[in-house]
């Protein structure tokens, strides 16, 4: 069975720093895919960036970079320059390796502020 | 861009009545999902289907079922809605290649009173 964590209750950074939001996962098998989503307050989930677990080097989207590290088994995500946009609950999901079957595996989300 | 879109962004039913969900996809996307959200408890698999007519239950099926006659449109039913299922449902599609990420519609918060 997968499963996501992500203990950080909420988080708050200042406008046009960096912030880095945590994320461990657990699996047994030996291909997946990791994701980040972002939900603003209007509700709609926003795909932001993913990671294959045999990718050599970590993701980076424009603004948002993955610092994965397969041994110790975290995918967190770095926001860089925050802007006050940013402020939105933010999860990590995995995937494992079976194909059609592309279920995704969330964890409960952090919430991240942004102050001015 | 991927467009799902969902009927309804708001909705208020009474208990036992039957509700009906609705997604729609504009990417011939093979896999489509319906998940619900609560407070502190993420989001949790309701339901999937990587065809037409195809359908598995997710995490949490109890209480609901689906359909899928077209490969656009996923279908989340509430056969008799209880309170609780008062809750934030979301749809999701994703092709069916490499990586499978899952795109969202808006969401429908429904409630059961």
């Known amino acids: 069975a997968q499963k996501i964590t992500q203990t950080q209750p909420g988080m708050f950074v200042q406008e046009k720093e960096a912030v880095t939001l945590d994320c461990t996962y657990d699996?047994?098998?030996?291909?997946?895919?990791l994701f980040w989503y972002k939900q603003p307050s209007s509700g709609e989930m926003i795909f932001l960036i993913y990671?294959?677990?045999?990718?050599?080097q970590n993701a980076t989207e424009g603004r948002y970079s993955l610092n994965f590290q397969k041994a110790r088994k975290s995918a967190n995500l770095v926001i860089s320059a925050s802007q006050l946009g940013d402020s939105a609950m933010y999860f990590c999901?995995?995937?494992?390796?079976?194909?059609?079957?592309?279920?995704?595996?969330f964890g409960k989300g952090i919430t991240l502020s942004v102050r001015p | 861009d991927v467009k799902v879109t969902q009927s309804s962004r708001y909705l208020v039913k009474r208990t036992g009545e039957k509700v009906f969900l609705e997604c729609v996809q504009d990417?011939?996307?093979?896999?489509m999902f319906w998940y619900r959200q609560d407070p502190g408890l993420g989001l949790r698999l309701i339901y999937f289907?990587?065809?037409?007519?195809?359908?598995e239950k997710g995490d949490i099926p109890e209480g609901y079922s689906v359909s899928r006659e077209k490969k656009e449109r996923f279908s989340l039913i509430l056969e008799s809605a209880s309170t609780n299922q008062t809750s934030m449902y979301l749809c999701?599609?994703?092709?069916?290649?490499?990586?499978?990420?899952?795109?969202f519609g808006p969401g429908t918060r429904l409630t059961v009173t």
């Open positions: 999701a599609s994703s092709p069916g290649v490499f990586p499978y990420e899952q795109y």
């Open positions: 699996t047994s098998d030996p291909s997946y895919g």
């Open positions: 990671q294959g677990s045999y990718d050599q």
């Open positions: 999901a995995m995937r494992g390796n079976t194909g059609a079957n592309s279920k995704l595996t």
């Open positions: 990417m011939d996307h093979e896999n």
């Open positions: 289907s990587y065809d037409v007519k195809m359908k």
